[in-house]
């Protein structure tokens, strides 16, 4: 399974993009290095939303470099760096300010600010 495969699945039963991440990271976490280099390798085609990809992009190079694997090529793509700063369900100034602070620095780089814990799944 990729992770396109997982979003398009998820889409189809009518989930939106947190619920699909999650499932991602769900399985990410529970995988051998070999089958998350499957899972990541292709790009998730059938995000419409450049947010949600660049997030994507964003959490696979963190994964990558916490976990040993080779980035795909499609995270590295500089049409995923955003324009405008994003901040993912974020709602106050306050937080905004903390996710300034916490956001780990494959999602700075790509203009997305978001808290430490980002892929912790609990």
């Given amino acids: 399974m990729t992770i396109n495969e997982i979003f398009e699945e998820e889409f189809s ?3 939106d993009f947190s619920f699909a991440w999650r499932i991602f990271l769900d399985l990410f976490y529970a995988s ?3 089958k998350r280099r499957e899972l ?20 696979i190079h963190k994964l990558c470099r916490e976990y040993g694997l080779a980035l795909p090529e499609w995270v590295t793509d500089k049409s995923l760096i955003l324009d405008e700063p994003y901040f993912p369900g974020v709602k106050t100034d306050l937080l905004k300010l903390v996710c300034l602070v916490e956001s ?4 700075k780089m790509r203009n997305i600010f978001t808290t430490e814990n ?3 799944r609990t």
């Fill in 104 to 107: 780990p620095p494959e999602f």
């Fill in 13 to 15: 039963n009518g989930r």
């Fill in 40 to 59: 990541i390798s292709p790009a998730p085609i059938c995000l419409d939303d450049r947010r949600h990809l660049s997030y994507c992009s964003a959490g």
């Fill in 32 to 34: 051998t290095n070999e």
């Fill in 118 to 120: 980002v892929l912790t």
